[in-house]
């Protein structure tokens, strides 16, 4: 077994013997050693061994002489024999040794592991059998004595030039030990030399410098004669040394002349060739200025850190790209829990990514030379990844042996926004105050942008329809939308994503994220909306979007503030620009009134001189016609002048209706029926090429107009509508729905008070009316219709009807994209019953009638047309005339009629004269226009009853009669 063998080791050098015991000892193996051959040769012969290691020269008996006569033995030969030398010359000694019986040949140059292993194969293979045999041939004795003699020469040559770089060595030794010892003599350091029991053996000439003892006081002497002491104990010192390992401490040692003085010493063990310890060596150096400095050093380091930690700006340093130091304020403005959590943290983990670059680049000139101290702005970024804004003071040092820069650094997050919020309140101010009123949109915008460092932005109000208009956008968003709508008026229904939350809300949103938008707008990159609210109403929004960083929470703070202080200043804007909208078109709309009213005056009172003219030829044509054959040409002719006449009536009707001025015989009456009739009539007049749609709700409430007026509204509406689409075609489509009408709703109408209306809607797809003839197209013969295919009253007649029932018209119309008119009818709650039984003639009578007209014509006609109907009637052209013979026969008369409009004394001045003669006197006036109303007088005691010029026979029998049987009522 290889732990059980027992190897010979034989080497005339005791370190080598050593050596080799030790190695194979740690090996497992049991060894012997022996200096030489001979002594070796009797142990073997004594001993029983399993190898033998030699070297080759000895003194007495060397290496070949012991192989040879090792395995020129029986029982020898058998040991395996190994040659490891240190004079190895060539390969002629390699093989020599084989020659002679040797098993291996190594070289002391070999590492331990290669040796081991070597030994170990010996070792396999002499158990195997493989080595070690004695019955080897025998080599020639001659060749071996000579080859001997020749490699012992050799050898001993070989050594000879050894010992000579031996002594040449020795030599060399000789001469570094005395520039040693001179070293040692002029070292600036003290040098003691003790035994291990701490006798002083040597000093050095710096110690007796130092301490003022001579070599001679001390050699010879302990150490702790002296009066030496270590700061740390005696005990861990020598503890240290005693495992031979070096010590280091202070002492504190006393001079000769009773002094003390502080010792920087480090002390080695010195050991011998078998490595145990001899000597100590002690080399010190007198610290004590050196600890008076430190202590000065460290109070005023201590004081300049006190006062850094108790600075109430921050103070860092850094070094190498990381932070070496900070002091409590600095970790405080970084949200660090202690100066502890930044230290070691790099520096471009607090420095803002936006500002890396240009922070970087001053390090680096300051690392290059260049002075510091100069205050820059900068962004950092807090522990809890808030940016803040700071300034910064740096400057190049030196920081524990190593370039560093120390920075002094000031949180001026909350000054930077407090002076960003005052530019901006001002700059708002500013806008408002200098800006047109196209620019002012667009300038508020452009702060934005600006003040959020953003690329794209849209700003808007929100108008009384709850609409978005935007008159403020970058031409990038604008011009960059692939969008076949780029309306900037949304509905509320279409506000959408982001800016959708925000204005419902009312709240500042940002996102940073790209945007999935519809396909053809931009990619929006980050986005912010912050809506302008005034008192819980929202009245602007701005929307901001694809800035590259993102947004952060001073962004929004700044957009909101720009937002509060904007709130009022627009709503207040928005207001005024109401007011003046509002205001606009009321004095539009009064203007229009003003015109129409003096048009309607100028109208009547040419229709009221055309009446009597017509009266004249209507009413003799009825009488000649009344005295004539039916069959005859001259009743025929007639016929045609009373046929022409019957058309101008009705045509000076429409001016009257329009004028107002006609007496109009309203009463509470259903639309539904009146609207459905004239439906049903229009159906048969309309071209294949348009198609009508009716929308009429049921159950409506009632309004205060004649159903025939109404009737008139509604056909000449649609057969304008119709007209429109006579080329083309096209859609007429009327409603009926009831409306209520706001303040808001009702101001855009002077005509209208706020309340409930029923709304008569006709509207249709033609071509629609230019913009230059909207303001025109109620007036009394202004048309767009070719010459011949229209008058120009249809509208302007639904104008009169409808101011006369206190409603109002309204119109919008875009050329190429239809018309739509609107009739605002006030609503009366409550169904009334129509009269059906109105009684349409009524006959004559043989009452006494005195008929009064300035015309004589009108009067002698009258008279003559009342006298065929069985009255006995007499005529007066002078009112003055009339009220002689009444005041003197009273009860002459049944009843009175009279013009209204006469000279000299009008037809309601006559009456209540008449009145006050005889209380019950009826009368019937008989007009064609009056520019003022029935005096109040003339209808306090007479029954008053209006028939209007021209009038039929029969419409003036029907009122005779109404006006005669109200008097017994």
Same mark, same amino acid.
């Given at each position: 077994m290889a732990n059980k063998m027992k190897i010979m080791i034989v080497d005339d050098r005791e370190e080598n013997r050593y050596l080799l015991e030790t190695l194979l000892g740690a090996g497992g193996y049991e060894t012997v050693t022996a200096p030489d051959g001979k002594q070796a040769l009797e142990q073997l012969r004594q001993n029983s061994f399993d190898l033998i290691v030699s070297d080759i020269l000895m003194p007495v008996m060397d290496g070949f002489q012991l192989c040879r006569t090792c395995k020129a033995d029986e029982t020898l030969g058998r040991i395996p024999f190994v040659f490891y030398t240190a004079t190895y010359v060539d390969d002629k000694? !390699? #093989?020599?040794?084989?020659?002679?019986? @040797?098993? $291996?040949?190594?070289?002391? @140059?070999?590492?331990?592991?290669?040796?081991?292993?070597?030994?170990?194969?010996?070792?396999? %293979?002499?158990?195997k059998g493989e080595i070690g045999k004695a019955d080897r041939p025998e080599p020639d004795e001659k060749e071996i004595a000579k080859d001997y003699s020749d490699r012992l020469v050799r050898k001993l040559e070989h050594k000879m030039e050894r010992l000579e770089a031996e002594i040449e060595e020795r030599k060399q030794a000789e001469k570094t030990i005395r520039k040693l010892s001179k070293a040692l003599e002029q070292s600036p350091s003290i040098v003691m030399l003790t035994d291990t029991m701490g006798v002083i053996e040597y000093v050095n000439p710096k110690?007796?410098?130092?301490?003022?003892?001579? #070599?001679?006081?001390?050699?010879?002497?302990?150490?702790?004669?002296?009066?030496?002491?270590?700061?740390?104990?005696?005990?861990?010192?020598?503890?240290?040394?005693?495992?031979?390992?070096?010590?280091?401490?202070?002492?504190?040692?006393?001079?000769?002349?009773? !002094?003390?003085?502080?010792?920087?010493?480090?002390?080695?063990?010195?050991?011998?060739?078998?490595?145990?310890?001899?000597?100590?060596?002690?080399?010190?150096?007198?610290?004590?200025?050196?600890?008076?400095?430190?202590?000065?050093?460290?109070?005023?380091?201590?004081?300049?850190?006190?006062?850094?930690?108790?600075?109430?700006?921050?103070?860092?340093?850094?070094?190498?790209?990381?932070?070496?130091?900070?002091?409590?304020?600095?970790?405080?403005?970084?949200? @660090?829990?202690?100066?502890?959590?930044?230290?070691?943290?790099?520096?471009?983990?607090?420095?803002?990514?936006?500002?890396?670059?240009?922070?970087?680049?001053?390090?680096?000139?300051?690392?290059?030379? =260049?002075?510091?101290?100069?205050?820059?702005?900068?962004?950092?970024?807090?522990?809890?990844?808030?940016?803040?804004?700071?300034?910064?003071?740096?400057?190049?040092?030196?920081?524990k042996g190593k370039p560093a820069v120390q920075v002094v650094v000031q949180d001026i997050t909350e000054k930077k926004q407090a002076e960003w919020e005052l530019k901006a309140r001002s700059e708002v101010d500013r806008i408002f105050l200098n800006c047109t009123d196209g620019e002012i949109y667009k300038k508020l915008l452009n702060l934005v942008l600006d003040t959020t460092e953003s690329q794209y932005g849209i700003f808007g109000f929100v108008n009384e329809k709850n609409e978005w208009v935007c008159p403020a956008l970058t031409r990038d968003i604008f011009d960059g939308c692939r969008m076949a709508d780029k309306d900037v008026v949304f509905s509320h229904d279409?506000?959408?994503?982001?800016?959708?939350?925000?204005?419902?809300?009312?709240?500042?949103?940002?996102?940073?994220?790209?945007?999935?938008?519809?396909?053809? +707008?931009?990619?929006?990159?980050? @986005?912010?909306?912050?809506?302008?609210?005034?008192?819980? =109403? $929202?009245?602007?929004?701005?929307?901001?979007?694809?800035?590259?960083?993102?947004?952060?929470?001073? +962004?929004? %703070?700044?957009?909101?503030?720009?937002?509060?202080?904007?709130?009022?200043?627009?709503?207040?804007?928005?207001?005024?620009?109401?007011?003046?909208?509002?205001?606009?078109?009321?004095? !539009?709309?009064?203007? +229009? #009134?003003?015109?129409?009213?003096?048009?309607?005056?100028?109208?009547?009172?040419?229709? +009221?001189?055309?009446n009597n003219i017509l009266s004249a030829i209507l009413g003799y044509t009825q009488l000649a016609m009344d005295e004539m054959d039916r069959d005859g040409q001259v009743y025929k002719d007639l016929l045609e002048v009373y046929n022409g006449v019957e058309r101008a009536r009705k045509l000076v009707q429409q001016i009257l209706a329009f004028s107002r001025e006609r007496e109009q015989k309203d009463a509470p009456i259903q639309l539904e029926p009146v609207v459905k009739e004239a439906l049903k009539f229009l159906r048969s007049t309309l071209p294949s090429s348009v198609d009508l749609s009716e929308n009429i709700e049921p159950e409506l409430a009632n309004v205060m107009a004649d159903p025939t007026r109404i009737h008139q509204i509604i056909m000449n509406l649609c057969t304008n509508a119709a007209h429109a689409m006579q080329e083309k075609g096209g859609t007429l489509t009327v409603d009926l729905s009831e409306v209520s009408l706001d303040p808001d709703a009702a101001g855009t109408h002077p005509d209208l008070e706020p309340g409930d209306y029923v709304r008569v809607t006709v509207s249709d797809t033609g071509h629609g009316i230019d913009p230059a003839s909207l303001p025109r197209i109620f007036d009394p013969y202004f048309t767009t219709k070719s010459r011949g295919d229209g008058t120009g009253l249809g509208l302007s007649t639904a104008y009169g009807i409808v101011k006369s029932c206190k409603g109002a018209i309204t119109v919008y119309s875009e050329p190429g994209k239809g018309t739509v008119f609107r009739v605002y009818l006030p609503a009366i709650r409550g169904r009334v019953k129509q009269d059906e039984n109105r009684q349409e003639y009524i006959p004559g009578g043989d009452e006494r009638i005195l008929m009064v007209d300035d015309e004589p014509a009108i009067a002698e006609l009258g008279q003559r047309m009342l006298a065929q109907l069985g009255y006995k009637a007499e005529y007066r052209t002078d009112p003055r005339d009339v009220l002689e013979f009444f005041k003197i026969d009273p009860d002459r008369f049944d009843l009175v009629i009279t013009d209204l409009t006469m000279p000299g004394m009008t037809g309601d001045r006559l009456a209540a004269v008449l009145a006050e003669i005889r209380p019950d006197i009826p009368v019937l006036f008989c007009t064609g226009f009056s520019e003022h109303k029935i005096a109040d007088g003339a209808g306090k005691a007479a029954k008053i009853e209006v028939v209007q010029k021209p009038f039929l026979k029969s419409e003036l029998a029907a009122a005779v009669r109404m006006a005669i049987d109200r008097r017994t009522e």
């Open positions: 000694d !390699e #093989a020599f040794a084989y020659r002679i019986g @040797a098993d $291996l040949f190594l070289q002391k @140059a070999n590492e331990p592991d290669k040796f081991l292993e070597a030994i170990r194969e010996v070792v396999e %293979k002499t158990e110690f007796e410098d130092v301490t003022g003892y001579t #070599a001679d006081e001390v050699i010879g002497t302990k150490v702790g004669d002296l009066g030496e002491q270590a700061e740390e104990t005696a005990e861990e010192m020598f503890e240290n040394l005693n495992f031979g390992k070096e010590w280091r401490g202070v002492f504190r040692n006393r001079k000769k002349n009773g !002094e003390t003085y502080l010792e920087q010493a480090s002390i080695s063990p010195m050991f011998d060739e078998k490595g145990e310890i001899i000597n100590f060596v002690k080399v010190a150096e007198d610290i004590t200025r050196l600890k008076e400095t430190q202590m000065l050093l460290k109070e005023s380091e201590d004081r300049y850190r006190n006062l850094i930690d108790v600075s109430p700006v921050g103070i860092g340093v850094h070094a190498e790209g990381k932070v070496v130091f900070i002091n409590r304020a600095g970790a405080g403005i970084l949200k @660090a829990s202690s100066p502890d959590e930044l230290v070691g943290r790099p520096v471009k983990q607090i420095v803002h990514p936006d500002r890396w670059e240009s922070s970087n680049d001053r390090i680096r000139r300051m690392m290059e030379g =260049e002075k510091g101290l100069y205050p820059v702005e900068d962004r950092y970024v807090r522990l809890d990844g808030k940016p803040i804004d700071v300034t910064v003071m740096a400057t190049p040092l030196y920081y279409s506000w959408a994503g982001i800016w959708r939350k925000a204005m419902t809300e009312k709240r500042p949103i940002y996102k940073n994220r790209d945007f999935c938008l519809p396909e053809g +707008h931009i990619i929006l990159k980050n @986005a912010m909306d912050v809506p302008v609210v005034y008192n819980d =109403e $929202l009245v602007g929004n701005f929307l901001v979007g694809h800035k590259e960083s993102g947004y952060e929470e001073r +962004h929004k %703070k700044l957009l909101e503030v720009i937002a509060e202080h904007l709130a009022p200043l627009l709503k207040t804007r928005l207001d005024i620009d109401k007011e003046a909208s509002q205001r606009r078109i009321a004095e !539009e709309k009064y203007r +229009h #009134a003003q015109k129409m009213e003096s048009i309607g005056s100028l109208a009547g009172g040419i229709a +009221h001189d055309f």
